[in-house]
T-cell receptor, first 114, second 112 residues
Framework: EPEVTQTPSHQVTQMGQEVILRCVPI?????FYWYRQILGQKVEFLVS????????KSEIFDDQFSVERPDGSNFTLKIRSTKLEDSAMYFC????????????FGPGTRLTVL | QKEVEQDPGPLSVPEGAIVSLNCTYS??????FMWYRQYSRKGPELLMY????GNKEDGRFTAQVDKSSKYISLFIRDSQPSDSATYLC????????????FGKGTTLSVSS
């Protein structure tokens, strides 16, 4: 069964450093998303991406964040200058074009900012 | 008022019990309603989705949506220890590309 994959599973970084989180969405999906989950809190939407453009973004997704589809299979989230409060699980998701909004999630990347 | 509210539990039941999980919401624009299951430190796994009001059944799982009351439920029949997980409700306004708004999740423990 096709699935969303994410790398790395765990990333440790120093405050102020740049990190790139990588995702490979399900191959025939056209909509891509990033969410985050701070320990003990809700899963929160960050951004959605379609046709090489951001479709929707939340207030969390400020100028420190960017997304890119560098090739036909990868989808990345970059955090330019990490803060302690960026420590969280980051989930990538994808959905097919049209039909109900059924988003399939990857296993997540645990980001720890020291 | 929070957009999506969900009792975090924990909820503990014996094997074989019927489990009822619920969410309430405030935004009447929500049209799509999902239930995800999340094991510890893993990604949410889509269990069921429903469009607008009504019931949907899949094996031991039944999802119900009552838009007039802004209330959704997930029922698990004949619960198994493997059902022990956190169950997240999620909702969205529209079709592909829109944000999912999640509840905080209910932690379920099924004992054998």
């Amino acid at each position: 069964e096709p699935e969303v994959t994410q790398t790395p599973s765990h990333q440790v970084t120093q405050m102020g450093q740049e990190v790139i989180l990588r995702c490979v969405p399900i191959s025939n999906h056209l909509y891509f998303y990033w969410y985050r989950q701070i320990l003990g809190q809700k899963v929160e939407f960050l951004v959605s991406f379609y046709n090489n453009e951001i479709s929707e973004k939340s207030e969390i997704f400020d100028d420190q964040f960017s997304v890119e589809r560098p090739d036909g299979s990868n989808f990345t989230l970059k955090i330019r200058s990490t803060k302690l409060e960026d420590s969280a699980m980051y989930f990538c998701a994808s959905s097919a074009q049209g039909g109900p909004d059924t988003q399939y999630f990857g296993p997540g990347t645990r980001l720890t900012v020291l | 008022q929070k957009e999506v509210e969900q009792d975090p539990g924990p909820l503990s039941v014996p094997e074989g019990a019927i489990v009822s999980l619920n969410c309430t919401y405030s935004n009447s624009a929500f049209q799509y309603f999902m239930w995800y299951r999340q094991y510890s430190r893993k990604g949410p796994e889509l269990l069921m989705y429903t469009y607008s009001s009504g019931n949907k059944e899949d094996g031991r799982f039944t999802a119900q949506v009552d838009k007039s009351s802004k209330y959704i439920s997930l029922f698990i029949r004949d619960s198994q220890p493997s059902d022990s997980a956190t169950y997240l409700c999620a909702m969205s306004h529209g079709q592909a590309g829109t944000a999912l708004i999640f509840g905080k999740g209910t932690t379920l423990s099924v004992s054998s």
